[in-house]
């Protein structure tokens, strides 16, 4: 593993709320300890959605290069932008800031994100359905990330608000009426189980949040997770999630959050430094921290 260096040179973070959970330091510093960039990656927890303005303004003035965005603040952070990706607009969120000479672009990598690392299971996937657990930020890039890359014959979002879900499912059918989204809850366990692709796009299953059904998006024994389907979890912290664990022991493929994780990093780091990040080094050393069971990020 690369060595430490004393933090230096261009400042890039991770602004959410509640993250210091996250791997994306490790990730970050990790990927330009190993090119030797003058960048280092830290983390802006903000503890209200109103507070999000001004600390991108004190940014901007600040010089700070960039930022990913998280849970909750993917889409608070829109309006904040100068410039907006297609992607950030088509997903209506932001994932990746760049601060261009005091510009902010907001982009969306989360696309390339769920993407990547399903291209390989392409074949299980194309005109088939598939199911989303959410819909927020994450969803969107899940959405946008399928019809363009994957084919899914329809989308099935699994939501709680069903309510604010016929809202979304009407805004998604207008813009890109060809591949079906529909709604249902996260209870029609039938309509779950008809999907050969299955993706949580949402925070349950995170270490330390509760949610009930021993904190996995589905309870046991519904017969909506089997074999034949694949199952790709956003969240990665645990590694072997709730979700990942029941689908495995069902026979699905299973898809765990770290290659996202790993895949959306990759884009963004590209965008900041102009370098390609040593991908496959980076995730020798993320595994071998997780496996150690270490804390440092």
Same mark, same amino acid.
């Given at each position: 593993?690369?060595?430490?260096?004393?933090?230096?040179?261009?400042?890039?973070? &991770?602004? /959410?709320?509640?993250?210091?959970?996250?791997?994306?330091?490790?990730?970050?510093?990790?990927?330009?300890?190993?090119?030797? +960039?003058?960048?280092?990656?830290?983390? !802006?927890?903000?503890? %209200?959605?109103?507070?999000?303005?001004? %600390? +991108?303004?004190?940014?901007?003035?600040?010089?700070?290069?960039? !930022?990913?965005?998280?849970?909750?603040y993917?889409?608070?952070?829109?309006? #904040?932008?100068?410039? +907006?990706?297609?992607?950030?607009? %088509?997903?209506?969120?932001?994932? @990746?800031?760049?601060?261009?000479?005091?510009?902010?672009?907001?982009?969306? @990598?989360?696309?390339?994100?769920?993407?990547?690392?399903? +291209?390989?299971?392409?074949?299980d996937?194309?005109?088939?359905?598939? $199911?989303?657990? /959410?819909?927020?930020?994450?969803?969107?890039?899940?959405?946008?990330a399928?019809?363009?890359?994957?084919?899914?014959?329809?989308?099935?979002?699994?939501?709680?608000?069903?309510?604010?879900?016929?809202? &979304?499912? @009407?805004? =998604?059918?207008?813009?890109?009426?060809?591949?079906?989204?529909?709604?249902?809850?996260?209870?029609? !366990?039938?309509? =779950?189980?008809?999907?050969s692709?299955?993706?949580? %796009?949402?925070?349950? $299953?995170?270490?330390?949040?509760?949610? $009930? !059904?021993d904190? #996995?998006?589905?309870?046991?024994?519904? $017969?909506?997770?089997?074999?034949?389907?694949?199952?790709?979890?956003?969240?990665?912290?645990?590694?072997?999630?709730?979700?990942?664990?029941?689908?495995?022991?069902?026979?699905?493929?299973?898809?765990?959050?770290?290659?996202?994780?790993?895949a959306?990093?990759?884009?963004?780091?590209?965008?900041?430094?102009?370098?390609?990040m040593? &991908?496959q080094?980076?995730?020798?050393?993320?595994?071998?921290?997780?496996?150690?069971?270490?804390?440092?990020?």
């Open positions: 593993m690369p060595e430490r260096r004393t933090p230096a040179g261009k400042i890039l973070g &991770l602004i /959410g709320r509640n993250v210091d959970y996250s791997y994306s330091p490790f990730i970050h510093n990790t990927a330009a300890e190993m090119l030797r +960039l003058p960048f280092y990656y830290t983390i !802006f927890n903000i503890a %209200a959605e109103e507070l999000v303005p001004t %600390a +991108l303004e004190g940014a901007r003035a600040l010089g700070i290069a960039g !930022f990913n965005v998280t849970i909750p993917k889409r608070t952070v829109v309006a #904040c932008m100068d410039e +907006l990706s297609p992607e950030a607009v %088509a997903t209506g969120a932001v994932n @990746t800031i760049v601060n261009r000479n005091g510009r902010l672009e907001g982009h969306n @990598t989360d696309i390339a994100g769920v993407s990547d690392p399903l +291209l390989r299971y392409i074949d996937i194309k005109r088939k359905p598939a $199911g989303i657990f /959410g819909n927020g930020g994450a969803a969107m890039a899940a959405v946008e399928l019809r363009r890359f994957l084919e899914p014959s329809d989308i099935r979002m699994f939501v709680r608000d069903r309510v604010r879900g016929k809202k &979304l499912e @009407t805004r =998604l059918n207008a813009g890109n009426p060809g591949v079906p989204v529909s709604v249902h809850s996260t209870d029609d !366990f039938t309509a =779950l189980g008809e999907c692709l299955v993706i949580n %796009a949402t925070p349950v $299953g995170t270490l330390g949040v509760t949610a $009930g !059904f904190n #996995c998006i589905l309870p046991e024994g519904t $017969g909506a997770i089997h074999g034949g389907q694949v199952v790709f979890d956003m969240v990665y912290n645990p590694k072997d999630t709730p979700l990942l664990n029941m689908a495995r022991k069902n026979g699905a493929v299973t898809v765990p959050g770290i290659e996202m994780l790993l959306q990093a990759a884009k963004s780091f590209a965008l900041w430094t102009g370098n390609a040593p &991908l080094h980076v995730r020798k050393y993320l595994l071998e921290l997780l496996e150690s069971g270490e804390t440092e990020r």
